[in-house]
């Protein structure tokens, strides 16, 4: 018989054998601090490890508040390190018992604390299985992410064994029942539509003086969830550099380019395909190992107007724009009131179609929201809107989620939300200033072009225009377009901070095929009435293009003077007159005011009442 070397044996007998090594010692995570580096020390191996003996798993024991603010990582004697999990189990508490293996029983992403088992990974440990001389140090990091939670360590294990398992292949996409939007039939793309809850503002505002601070929260009630992974593509300033890069030439973020993952039910089986939408560069952190959405939603201070849609209404205050993790942190049913129609329908879990669909959520590079399910940021992790200098008024806060439209949805109209507040905690000051500008035309005989300059002494921005053709500017010193002839009255609106609002109309005409000429301008440009009806006393609010001699009279139904309220002469610009006509002994009746300035006359019909 063939005799077989006792060497041979022995080293065969060797790896058969599972080798663990772990570290016991209690270390503290702490909030939102520096990275935890756990050692432990593994020797005797024999060789290289690879996929005939190498890494089968690591082990964890964590006690920690609130999962999702953890990163952890594993990085082996050759400096490799791989994410093992990240934002896994939302606001769920500890890893007890948990195991990372490429033979696990999910993902961790998809699991729940305290994740008792054997999970997959977020990265493959064969990563590591990749012949380096395992014997040496290891090291397990753990890195709080947010603020507001901590816990500590209690053991970190490592076990070696022959045949590792090898990486599972893609799981099946599947959806069971899955719908497509209505009046769609497959195949069909289920986007998520993301909207804004006004309830979480409503509950959480908080008012000081010079700051109002409030919470946000952005829901999923569309199809499909929103997903994103960021590709292995990082730069500076537009230039690819190594992910690896903490800090930018200059100091500016490192970004990383972003896809949106779109699923999509190609038939009437529960198999569903997916699709890459490219979502641009947002700010990657890589000493937290994460994505920042960038842009993700923006807080502004408005005033109303009688446009519906709060996205126009001009802005006076701007809050911090906001960078998110794309988390899953609570639900429709379990946060009721904030998931909401654009009709005022509230939903709940039960009537979101495909709840609760979603395969990606965390705080790592890979990111998403399930349909059903939605984020929240804290009034205490927002910055708020700064309100130095504003008065004390009825305003609203308007909140936008993606308001650059960097991610495909069902629905771009309805992610927004205008929450009405009552400032009270702020200053007063007066009225300083005056509105004014001027302007200039040129063009041709298709598109004429005008030129607005504001001349409101000490006043360069919190300014809002109004171009008579249904469009409107914030820019204190505007270039706007007309498509067609005719007479605009353009409106400058003052709205800074702790004013009153001032403003005025100026007459615009365009005539394309006079381009070259002067644009005429009366003398009179508006001529305004209030109270009226009235009883004794009104007021009459003009503005003068020119230094003209007016005169302002109050007629009777055939044309004749009952009473000359004022001459003027020289005056320019803006005018307001109060009328008494107590002592002038008018009856109750219908009368004129006549306004005549120049070569012009202007008429504003009057009722008088008892």
């Known amino acids: 018989m063939k005799r077989i070397p006792f060497l041979f044996l022995l080293v065969w007998s060797f790896c058969m054998q599972a080798q663990t090594f772990s570290n016991s010692s209690t270390l503290n995570i702490p909030d939102l601090g520096a990275v935890v580096e756990v050692p432990v020390i593994v020797s005797g191996l024999p060789g290289q490890i690879n996929t005939i003996f190498g890494l089968r798993s690591a082990c964890i024991n964590v006690v920690h508040t609130y999962d999702a603010d953890l990163v952890i990582k594993l990085r082996s004697p050759d400096g490799t390190v791989i994410e093992l999990a990240s934002g896994a189990g939302n606001s769920g508490d500890n890893f007890s018992n948990t195991c990372l293996a490429e033979d696990g029983a999910m993902y ?306 309805n992610n927004w939300t205008a929450v009405p507040v009552a400032l009270g905690a702020q200053g007063t000051a007066p009225l300083t200033d005056s509105c004014s500008f001027t302007y200039a035309i040129t063009g041709n005989t298709d598109i004429c072009t005008v030129q607005f300059v504001n001349t409101t002494p000490g006043v360069s921005t919190n300014l809002f225009y109004d171009f008579g053709d249904g469009n409107t500017s914030q820019d204190p010193n505007p270039i706007h377009q007309y498509m067609a002839d005719g007479d605009y009255w353009v409106k400058q609106e003052l709205l800074t901070q702790c004013r009153l609002p001032d403003s005025v109309l100026i007459h615009v005409s365009i005539n394309r095929t006079h381009l070259g000429f002067s644009s005429f301008l009366p003398a009179v440009l508006g001529l305004d009435v209030s109270p009226n009806p009235f009883q004794n006393t009104f007021t009459a609010d003009y503005i003068l293009s020119g230094s003209y001699a007016t005169t302002l009279d109050v007629l009777d139904i055939l044309g004749r003077v009952v009473f000359t309220a004022s001459q003027t002469t020289g005056v320019l610009g803006r005018q307001i007159v109060e009328i008494d006509l107590s002592s002038q002994g008018v009856k109750p009746g219908v009368y004129f005011l006549r306004l005549h300035s120049g070569s012009e006359s202007h008429y504003q019909r009057l009722i008088k009442v008892e």
């Open 108 to 413: 961790i992403s998809s699991g729940t604390p305290p994740f008792i088992g054997s999970y997959f990974p977020m990265q493959s440990l064969n990563l590591l299985n990749n012949m380096q001389d395992a014997n040496g140090t290891w090291y397990f990091l753990f890195q709080d992410t947010f603020a507001a939670d901590s816990g500590y360590v209690t053991s970190c294990t490592l076990t070696f064994q022959t045949s590792p398992p090898v990486d599972p292949g893609p799981p099946a996409i599947t959806c069971s029942g899955c719908q497509c939007p209505p009046g769609m039939s497959p195949p069909c793309d289920l986007l998520p539509d993301m909207t804004a809850s006004g309830k979480i503002i409503q509950e959480s505002i908080v008012e000081i003086n010079g700051n109002i601070n409030f919470g946000n929260a952005t829901p999923n009630i569309g199809w499909g969830p929103m997903e994103i992974h960021g590709v292995d593509s990082c730069y500076c300033d537009g230039v690819l550099v190594p992910c690896s890069t903490v800090t930018c030439p200059g100091g500016s973020a490192v970004t990383q380019r972003v896809h949106q993952r779109i699923y999509r039910k190609i038939n009437n089986s529960d198999t569903l395909e997916t699709y890459d939408h490219s979502a641009g560069l947002m700010s990657y952190h890589p000493t937290h190992g994460h994505i920042h959405v960038d842009h993700w939603a923006d807080f502004t201070l408005r005033r109303k107007t009688n446009n519906p849609d709060a996205r126009t209404w001009p802005i006076i205050g701007t809050g911090t724009k906001q960078s998110f993790c794309l988390i899953n942190l609570g639900n429709c049913s379990s946060n009721p009131g904030y998931c909401v129609r654009a009709n005022g329908d509230t939903l709940t879990t039960d009537s979101v179609p495909n709840y609760p669909l979603g395969f990606v959520s965390g705080c790592g590079i890979d990111q998403g929201i399930y349909t059903g399910m939605l984020d929240i940021y804290s009034a205490g992790l927002n910055m708020g809107i700064n309100l130095a200098g504003f008065c004390n008024g009825e305003y609203y806060i308007v909140s936008i989620t993606d308001p650059n439209n960097d991610f495909l949805e069902f629905d771009d109209e």
